[in-house]
């Protein structure tokens, strides 16, 4: 098995496509996102093929000559048919790879797999395991296999979804799935995706600040401990800093959000979480404020380590042309320092 160091599930939005594009180009070369095509229920099927074709064009444009997987998971079958057409579409132009699985419908099914033999990039199996391993999902995988034929690569996205305390077997599980499911195939890339991150509520951040232990990072190395020789050839995944389930929301309908947000910080063991406010008098000294909490912190990794870490610095002290930013500028800034730091963390 061969492939990227790190495949990070982002969001097809504006925020994570300019985090990707922050990136030092050392560090955006170890990096192959998973791009999530948000759902968007209800929309008549002209509306819905043009919101799915901007998005993939959109993504295609910051993947430039990079491959990456583009996949719409718990969307309905209109649109799951829809992102595959719009791939065949734009076959030889979008370096992005096409996405299916054992449980998607039949007829997106047959279209991913027309997509992958025709342009000739490869298709992703994506098998979702959010609790006990399933036997079934072994054999709907193996059918998969079947008939796609042997002329076409295959890329293995083992997604373990939400990955926190409340599933202390999530590894087991793993490893049972990966039993599975290695043999199959040569795999050109087998991966673990899982989102760590919290979700973000007012209680988590009640009194203004949230330490979280990383719980996808200890299960990355509960199965580095184990003693199968596939375990080596595995390519580490999560959902960047953004929660699992946050990363699939539907568009905002422009109704407006809470007045206050979060800026987010990554470490060798937790995620930090900062409350600020998006309104008020006091806003930007609020956020200021925060950013400096950030800087004093004994894990944080100075402002050369990456733009992500810059713009804190600036931020922090008033310097630089965002400012303190908005919803939008943390959550890029907080993934690029994510992705920088995790890239790093792999290559030790």
Known sequence: MSGPLYIPVLPAKAHARKAYLRLSPVIQGAVAPLWNVSPRPGLRVDALAAAVRQDVLDV???????????DTPFADEPQLSVLAEVLSDLAGVSPLRPVTGPERPERHQTATLENARSAGGGLAIRVMVTGEWDDAVGHGVRDLIARVGPAVELDLLLDLGAVRADRPDAAKEALRALDALTPLTPWRTAAVLGGGFPDVTAELVEHGAAVEPRWDWLLWHELNRSTREFVHGLTYGDYGIDSSRGITRSPSSGSGGPPWGVLRYTTEESFVLLKVPTRGEDRAADIRAA???????PDFRGAAAGAGETWLRDCALGQGPEGTGNAAVWLQAGNVQHMTFVVRSLRV
């Open 291 to 297: 950013a400096q909490e950030f800087l004093a912190l």
């Open 60 to 70: 295609s444009s910051v993947q430039r000559y990079h491959p990456a997987w583009v």
